[in-house]
C-alpha cells in the first residue's frame, strides 16, 4: 500500500460530498439526544467502499454508515466518510474524512482528510506525510509545556471528567472543538497531545498510523495499546504520553 492510492481515495470522498445538494441532517439516535448523519456522510462511504472494491476485492470494510464487508478478513478498511458530522453542518472546518488499513488487526495505514482546509494527512509505510510532504511530532516530552486537546468536556462521564480535569489542570494549554483534527494537529506538530473517550473504531483506526508515522505514541487511558474501549490518547512523545498516564490516574 502507497499514498497514491489514498489520494484518490480522499478526492473520490471530496468529489462526492461536494456533490450532495441537501446537508439536512438525520438523527441516528432513536430515543435521546441527536447524533446527526447526512446524506455527504453516506455519499463518501458509498465511493470510497466502491473504490476499494474495485482494487482491493479480497479486503474486508468496516464503515460508519453501512457496516462490514467480508467481516473476518485479514486484511480491513475502517471508514468514517465525515468525523465531526455536527461540525461540518454547522460551517466549521474541522470535520474529516476517515480511512484507516488494519492488517490482522495492526494499523498499518491511514488518512486524515480535512477538505475544508485544503489538507490530507496519510500515515503509510511507517511515515506520514501532509500532501506529500513529510510531518513530524513536536516530540514534546513534559506535560507542564504540553499543548493538549479533547473534542468537548461534556462528553466526559462521571468517571472520566475528574480524570481529564486533573489532566488538564497539568498541561499549558487546552483547546476544544476539532475532533480528529487535533489528532491530526499532533502529528503536525501543532498539538502535543489529544485525547477522546467513548470512541469507535471508526473514528480512530485512521488516526493511529498517522500519529506513528509521525513519530508520536497512542495509547489508551491506561498505559496500554488496546484502543477498542474507546479511551484514546496521541502524544508526542511515549514520554509525554507515561506522563499523562500518570496524570490521569491521579
Same mark, same amino acid.
Given at each position: ?19 450532495? @445538494? ?64 455536527? @461540525? ?46 513529510? =510531518? ?15 473534542? %468537548?468536556?461534556?462528553?466526559?462521564? %462521571? ?9 488538564? %489542570? ?60 474507546? %479511551?484514546? =490518547? ?17
Amino acid at each position: 500500500m502507497d499514498a497514491a492510492f489514498f489520494e484518490k481515495l480522499g478526492d473520490a470522498a471530496r468529489r462526492a460530498i461536494a456533490g450532495v @445538494a441537501d446537508l439536512t441532517p438525520d438523527n441516528k439516535e432513536k430515543v435521546a439526544g441527536f447524533d446527526p448523519v447526512t446524506e455527504a456522510d453516506r455519499a463518501a462511504e458509498r465511493v470510497m467502499r466502491d473504490m476499494i472494491e474495485a482494487h482491493f476485492p479480497d479486503h474486508g470494510i468496516w464503515g460508519e454508515e453501512y457496516g462490514w464487508s467480508r467481516e473476518g478478513a485479514d486484511t480491513h478498511w475502517s471508514l468514517d466518510p465525515i468525523d465531526g458530522t455536527r @461540525a461540518f453542518i454547522c460551517g466549521l472546518p474541522s470535520w474529516a474524512v476517515l480511512a484507516g488499513l488494519l492488517r490482522d488487526g495492526e494499523h498499518i495505514a491511514g488518512m486524515i482528510d480535512l477538505p475544508a482546509l485544503g489538507e490530507r494527512l496519510v500515515g503509510v509505510e511507517g511515515q506520514a506525510l501532509r500532501n506529500g510532504t513529510p =510531518i513530524r511530532v513536536s516530540g514534546c516530552v513534559s506535560l507542564v509545556e504540553a499543548r493538549i486537546a479533547t473534542t %468537548d468536556p461534556y462528553l466526559f462521564d %462521571d468517571h472520566h471528567k475528574p480524570r481529564f480535569e486533573t489532566l488538564r %489542570d497539568c498541561a499549558r494549554l487546552t483547546r476544544f472543538g476539532m475532533d480528529a483534527m487535533a489528532f491530526g494537529r499532533v502529528a503536525t506538530g501543532d498539538l502535543d497531545l489529544a485525547t477522546d473517550v467513548g470512541l469507535k473504531a471508526h473514528d480512530y483506526d485512521a488516526l493511529v498510523a498517522v500519529v506513528r508515522g509521525a513519530g508520536g505514541h497512542v495509547g489508551n487511558w491506561s498505559g496500554g495499546s488496546d484502543l477498542s474501549g474507546g %479511551d484514546v =490518547i496521541a502524544a508526542a512523545s511515549e514520554k509525554l504520553y507515561d506522563e499523562a498516564v500518570r496524570a490521569l490516574e491521579r
